[in-house]
């Protein structure tokens, strides 16, 4: 395998047109080159970005969570599917009024 020539491994960007001209700008304002602007101007970046958390799933409450609304959602249908008499009674009533 070929020894590599740099210690940091390397990474292909596209960048537009104008942008690459621009750190070129600021690369040579700044005395560096593009690729040093371009890893302060990310390092800059990281530093002032939040650090992203884990987010933490409780998976036990929400599959209890999940199972009590599935059983209140069947409930529902049976409903819907077979009323009981004293529903029908009391829509039956509403309608009169």
Do not use: C, F
Request: charged residues 35%; hydrophobic residues 35%.
């Amino acid at each position: 395998m070929a020894e590599r020539k740099y210690k940091h491994p390397q990474v292909n960007l596209r960048l537009p047109e104008d942008l690459k001209n621009r750190i070129a700008e600021l690369a040579e304002s700044n005395g560096r080159s593009a690729n040093a602007e371009m890893v302060a101007a990310i390092e800059a970046w990281v530093k002032k970005s939040p650090k992203q958390e884990p987010v933490k799933v409780d998976v036990e409450a929400l599959t209890r969570k999940v199972e009590k609304l599935e059983s209140v959602v069947m409930q529902v249908i049976q409903e819907v599917k077979y009323p009981s008499p004293s529903s029908l009674i009391e829509d039956k009533e509403k309608k009169q009024d």
